[in-house]
């Protein structure tokens, strides 16, 4: 069966009472959407401040093939898992983007008899959060335009408007556009253009906001554009647009209640993408967590050079997190890709393959445990096309490189598949103090701290960029204090080419742009020629979607 037929054969349970038989949450602490879907109020996550925290893990993968690895469903699988072996655990995933949905990857809420339900819901409008965060963005560019039609009293130079429009799906042909033709009545001409929605800088905003008072603060703080001297900023603040913006995400910052399909809670706020934004889900989703299971497992979007990375120094930096343990998902048919083998044939057997591609997730197990300074299990996320020969393969380097390895099948076998995997996070997280190390300190430049994510974790010999870019930074670090770096780039890589595959050295990450996100708290490098805004393939998954006349959804995943 298909993902989406076996999630709609889930036997779910009302939600209300699930939470309640779980976590002892009374129902007027809750706002359902439906009978499976429901949002916790903010005053019971602040009710909970006083609670003795979880032990939190991380799970992250290595760099992945097109279709991804399998970080949720390795996620759900993990947590399911360790409530079957007795643990009180809870899962924090990020919210589907509906680009990739109707793009490349079809749906992003697990896989097989790891899931979260109700899926088509997750994946398609959910709770209306990214349509929140949409509208509260747009708000602010239609703000900016209408205050430069009404006589522009804070003299914004329309030509160093920094905030674009945003819209929740891949569509290329917004990227760059021409606004305001058709007359004076229609405001001021000049170029624009469209973000997805998961790289606005609300979704980061509300990702790390602690508080309704902290996240207006933060959109308050917002760089919407510069002066005509091209120094002095203008933010948001400037516009009074950050109080009916927070009004806008009144709900959307309040985290959504689900469930897997073997009836286990889990928490989905927040889906920042990993490759052009910070990649993880709310601050609010994963401290609500600790604070109720006693295991919390969360993912960060692609590999570990990305999404983990983010994770460690900008979300665990700014949130005061302490992870216990990283689990590193691989599979065969990755590890080949990266051997050279085309996708077309990653099913069929190929031993040379698998060991020349092997260098990728030694990079990835290396910089977990050397620069994140966390303990790492691997897990080989199984496919039914994996051969004997190519597991015992694998778990041979993994020994070799002194790794702990688990094949896990929890995408067959749900829970019970992954109970090997849970034993073994178990037997690392009981045994040890929660607590990473960074890739860089905080006090040196952002120049430097983009060249330590290079140099130590890519294999990069260095950095480059024109003396514009340079000159940017050094302002922005004596302007808004020690941000930390966010860099946008290809996920299929260590390096900013997609085709380079495996682990390279020596190569050069060119940034290409940076911007600043005030209100988030770090600023964004954009390393070679990635989008912002992506396009959709020439298959697109939305071909193969469809509902019939009963409402029942097909071809989502």
Request: glycine content about 10%; hydrophobic content about 40%; proline content about 4%.
């Amino acid at each position: 069966m298909s993902d989406i037929e076996i999630a709609q054969q889930a036997n779910m349970k009302p939600i209300i009472g699930l939470v309640k038989e779980q976590y002892g949450i009374d129902a007027e602490h809750l706002d359902p959407f439906g009978h499976y879907k429901a949002k916790l109020s903010l005053e019971y996550v602040a009710s909970l401040a006083d609670k003795p925290e979880g032990k939190l893990i991380l799970v992250t993968a290595i760099s992945p093939t097109p279709a991804g690895e399998g970080k949720t469903t390795t996620t759900v699988g993990l947590g399911d898992a360790l409530n079957r072996i007795g643990k009180k655990a809870m899962m924090c995933l990020r919210e589907p983007s509906l680009g990739p949905c109707f793009g490349m990857k079809g749906g992003a809420a697990g896989g097989g008899y790891s899931q979260v339900v109700p899926m088509e819901d997750i994946n398609l409008h959910f709770t209306g959060d990214f349509h929140a965060i949409g509208v509260a963005h747009n708000l602010l560019s239609a703000l900016i335009d209408n205050h430069i039609t009404h006589g522009n009293l804070l003299g914004i130079d329309p030509r160093r408007i920094q905030w674009k429009r945003v819209v929740d799906m891949n569509d290329r042909a917004l990227r760059k556009i021409i606004i305001g033709l058709g007359g004076t009545g229609n405001g001021y001409s000049r170029e624009d253009g469209y973000d997805i929605v998961v790289a606005s800088e609300v979704m980061a905003i509300l990702c790390l906001a602690t508080s309704r008072a902290d996240l207006k603060k933060r959109l308050g703080r917002i760089v919407i554009g510069y002066k005509a001297d091209g120094s002095t900023a203008v933010y948001a603040s400037n516009l009074k647009a950050q109080g009916a913006m927070a009004a806008l995400l009144k709900d959307a910052i309040k985290p959504n209640l689900v469930q897997t399909l073997e009836n286990n809670i889990a928490i989905i706020h927040g889906g920042p993408f990993a490759n052009i934004a910070h990649g993880c889900n709310t601050v609010t989703a994963t401290k609500t967590a600790l604070k109720l299971a006693d295991y919390v497992i969360t993912e960060a979007g692609f590999g570990a050079d990305l999404g983990a990375e983010k994770f460690i120094d900008i979300k665990c930096r700014m949130a005061d997190l302490k992870p216990s343990a990283v689990v590193l998902v691989a599979t065969i048919r990755a590890l080949k890709f990266h051997g050279g083998v085309n996708k077309e044939d990653l099913n069929q057997e190929n031993l040379a393959a698998l060991e020349a591609g092997f260098e990728n997730l030694e990079r990835h197990y290396n910089n977990i445990t050397q620069h994140y300074g966390l303990p790492c299990v691997v897990c080989v996320n199984h496919f039914t096309f994996d051969t004997q020969a190519e597991l015992d393969l694998f778990k041979a380097k993994c020994a070799v490189l002194g790794a702990s390895c688990v094949v896990s099948k929890h995408w067959a076998e749900g829970g019970a598949g992954a109970e090997s995997l849970a034993q073994e996070v178990i037997n690392i997280v009981d045994h040890r103090e929660p607590g990473c190390t960074f890739v860089y300190d905080e006090n040196i430049s952002s120049w430097d701290k983009i060249a330590a994510i290079a140099t130590k974790l890519y294999g990069a010999s260095g950095i480059s960029a024109s003396a514009k870019i340079k000159a940017q930074l050094k302002v922005w670090d004596e302007n808004y204090g020690k941000f930390p770096v966010c860099i946008a780039k290809t996920q299929m890589s260590f390096s900013t080419n997609p085709a380079l595959k495996g682990a390279p050295t020596g190569h050069i990450v060119e940034i290409s742009e940076v911007k600043l996100a005030n209100g988030a708290g770090f600023i964004v490098a954009i390393a070679g020629d990635m989008m912002t805004m992506p396009g959709l393939p020439k298959q697109p998954a939305a071909e193969r979607i469809d509902i019939d006349d009963t409402g029942k959804i097909t071809g989502l995943f």
